[in-house]
Each structure stands twice: as C-alpha cells, then as structure tokens.
C-alpha cells in the first residue's frame, strides 16, 4: 500500500504496531518529548506531504495528556501538507459526556470534536461510542465501528443452549439485541439509575434470567460499579454461571477488586481497543484484538471503498 503513513502516539503503540502489520506498511516513527516549561513537544520523522495520514490514539488514562499528543500530531502533519489525516480513535473518552444533564457544565464530546477539526483531522475512525449520537458532533466524516462481530466470534462454538444475553442498562440495550441476533440468543436488561460516577443502582431486570447462564454485555467497564451491581440482581434472580463482554475494558479505579472477587463469573472478555495494563492481576480475562478490524477499515478508507459493508449480515 504506498503513499499511506501511519503514526501512533504514546497511548497504545502495540496496537499500532499490530495494525501496521496486517496493513503490511512500517509504523512511522515519532519524537515525543517535553520542553523544560512542561510544554508537550511532538515531532513527526516521515515523510507527509501529499500522503494519506492515520494517526493512531486511543484516549485513555492520562486522557489529556494524549489528547494533547493528538492533537499537536494532527496539526503537524496538516503542517507537513499531508492530503488527507485521519485520526484513529479506538476509544473515544469524552463520549460520556455527551449531553447537559446539569446547569453550567460542557458538553465536552462536542467541544473535544471541535478541537480534533481544529487540530487538523480530516476524518475520524472511532469505535464503540458510549453514546452514538456523538458520531454527529464532529463537522468532518466519521467512521463509527463496532466489535460486536469480533466478540460473537468468541462464542460461536460455544454451546449456548441456556444462555441470555443481558445488557446492564436499558442505552446499551440496542447493542445487546444486535449482539443476541449474531449469537441467536434471547435478551434482557436492567434499569439503572446513576446516582454517581461511582454509585448506580439498578431496580429491574427486563426478561428471564432464572436459571440461565449469562453474557453479560456492556461497551465499556471503568470501575465497575455497573457490573457488580447487576451482578447481584442476577443472583437474586437465580441466574448462573456469568460471562462479562465489553469492547473497552479500561478497569480503573477498584474495578479489578470488585471483578477478581466475583465467584460465579467463568471468564471476562474484551478487545484491545485501549492497553490491558492490568490483564495479569485478572486471570480469567480474555483479549481479543480489533487490529484487524482497523486495518480493513483503514485500507477502505485509503481505497475510497465502503466501510459500512465490514458490518453487513453475512
């Protein structure tokens, strides 16, 4: 594939790398630095000028630190005439804040997109938006993907005879339907009220779980306050043994205590859409990994082919 480059910041440069590889193209190197004044300072070594430019970064922990980096490497590489960057965002941090649900705050997924356009991004490919309505808050071409194939395939020589596929909450619902068809598997959900970013409750399960095994569906774990608390109103309703599924497994905050503690939970899944800094303190964690997946849509981006046919039924 010539006159394609590809950068990768300091957030998650294994996937990066593991991208390159499928695309059969060298990661580009990059100087990432810091001046005296704690200014960031990033430099691009490869050539740019008329090429097609992706640059790879997940926002994860320190979110502003490598947005920072993202932004400062879409603007040099617009500054190097590159014809078109795109910014690969496999997990996208602010989507969460996707609304005003409180007086006098931002709506920081609209104000981060802004500053992405700003930067220099020509087009975005992103994956799994905690709220899809986000993929409309940037003024450039977004590619929305999502894993939910690539975790189907982890189950589908599984015998799921008495299995039901529950999302925690009634937003994730559309997804955990979507998931259930690939696998062919009923669905049900919890009502969940978010009392704080630590503390939901959840007050209802939607559908039959008593004595069924559980896939247990949700786009991202952060400090698993939502899983363990639908994980006791499952017992409560005599469900059995527990599969946990996610796209972004982040695992901050006391989330790999209340998960590595869970008796009746057989195997936690994910993609390595940000590092699995804290795999080996989790032993029944599975990472499946979405290079693939990236790169097929990257290479379609580059081609001008169609990026929504990766998700049509087969």
């Known amino acids: ?44 070594n490869a050539n740019c000028r008329e090429r097609d430019v992706f640059i790879i970064q997940p926002l994860v922990p320190p979110v502003q630190e490598h947005l920072m980096e993202l ?21 996208y941090a602010y989507a969460r804040s996707d609304k005003k649900d409180a007086p006098r705050i931002s709506i920081a997924a609209r104000l981060v997109a802004d500053l992405l356009v700003t930067a220099g991004a020509s087009r975005v490919l992103t994956m799994t938006l905690h709220a899809a309505q986000v993929h409309g808050f940037f003024s450039v071409p977004v590619d929305h993907l999502n894993a939910l194939n ?33 696998l062919h598997l009923p669905v049900a959900a919890g009502s969940k009220r978010r009392i704080s970013d630590d503390k939901v409750v959840i007050d209802a399960i939607v559908g ?43 695992f901050t905050g006391r989330a790999v205590e209340r998960l590595g503690c869970q008796p009746d939970v057989d195997e936690i899944v994910t993609t390595n859409t940000v590092p699995q800094t804290r795999s080996r303190e989790l032993e029944n964690l599975t990472t499946l990994s979405i290079a693939p997946l990236l790169s097929e849509a990257i290479r379609r981006i580059h081609l001008g082919e169609s990026v929504s046919s990766l998700f049509h039924p087969t």
């Open 71 to 91: 932004l400062l490497m879409l603007d040099a590489a617009r500054g190097a005439s590159a014809a078109r960057t795109t910014a690969v965002i496999p997990h």
């Open 150 to 182: 690539v975790l189907a395939n982890h189950f589908r020589d599984r015998d799921l005879s008495n299995t039901v596929v529950v999302s925690p909450d009634l937003g994730n619902a559309k997804s955990a339907i979507q998931f259930s068809r690939m």
């Open 1 to 44: 594939m010539r006159e394609i480059t590809v950068f990768s910041g300091s957030a998650h440069p294994e996937l990066a790398a593991e991208v390159c590889e499928c695309l059969c193209v060298p990661l580009s190197p990059v100087t990432l630095g810091r001046f005296s004044n704690d200014c960031l300072h990033v430099q691009l």
């Open 208 to 250: 039959d779980v008593s004595g069924r095994d559980i896939i247990l569906m949700d786009d991202e774990i952060a400090n698993g306050g939502t899983i363990a608390e639908i994980l006791s109103r499952l017992r409560e309703r005599g469900s059995r043994r527990i599969t946990i599924v996610c796209t972004h497994g982040l």
